[in-house]
Every structure is written in C-alpha cells, then in structure tokens.
Nanobody, 123 residues
Framework: QMQLVESGGGLVQAGGSLRLSCAAS????????MGWFRQAPGKEREFVAA????????YYADSVKGRFTTSRDNADNTVYLQMNSLKAEDTAVYYC????????????????WGQGTQVTVSP
C-alpha cells in the first residue's frame, strides 16, 4: 500500500497562485509515475498533470498548460503542483495519485489515491 497525503489547498482570488504538495509513504516512491486529477461538483474526475518516475517527463491537460507545473522530489517522496494564474474554473478538489508505470494520463491506471485537497478560486 502507498499512502498519499495532499496539502496546500485553499481559497485564492482569480489570478493568484497556490502550490499543492503530496507526500507519499509505504512504497518505493521513485518506482511510481505520479499524477494530479481534479473533480468539480457534478463533474467527473479529470486529468490535470502527470510526471514520470524520474521527473524527466511531464504532461498537462490543455486547460492548465502554461499555468500549472508539476515536479517531484524522490529523495523527499513528494510531488508538487504549482498553480499560477488561477481561474474560477480551476475550483475543484485536487487529488494526487500513483501509477505503477513510468507515467500515465489515464485515470483508470492509477492505483493509489490521496484524500484530496480543496482549491477554491474566487472570481
């Protein structure tokens, strides 16, 4: 089992920034690709960003490309999501997740999930 704990969510005005963190424990972190997903009320959970095991490859949803950046620190078992130029439509619960392959943007391939952290962007 891998435990994932997100932090860093909160309320921010449009145009502002937040940095989410996800601390992992219980498994060898560097053997997992990591991803960020979000779920707004009444909507399905959607892909936001993914980062490969080594951190050398990153992928982003078109809706966040150029505004969000994901990174990881394998020595500290932590993955990050830096969110800039936030918009009201970014409001959602954000989840980090782990996939036992190099990297994936497919939600169904992820096996471990955090509990989520709320991000609210006021217009």
């Amino acid at each position: 089992q891998m435990q994932l704990v997100e932090s860093g969510g909160g309320l921010v005005q449009a145009g502002g920034s937040l940095r989410l963190s996800c601390a992992a424990s219980g498994r060898t972190f560097s053997t997992y690709g990591m991803g960020w997903f979000r779920q707004a009320p009444g909507k399905e959970r959607e892909f936001v960003a993914a980062i490969s095991r080594s951190g050398g490859y990153t992928y982003y949803a078109d809706s966040v490309k150029g505004r969000f950046t994901t990174s990881r620190d394998n020595a500290d078992n932590t993955v990050y999501l830096q969110m800039n130029s936030l918009k009201a439509e970014d409001t959602a619960v954000y989840y980090c997740a782990a996939v036992f392959k190099m990297v994936s943007i497919n939600r169904d391939e992820y096996v471990y999930w955090g509990q989520g952290t709320q991000v609210t962007v006021s217009p």
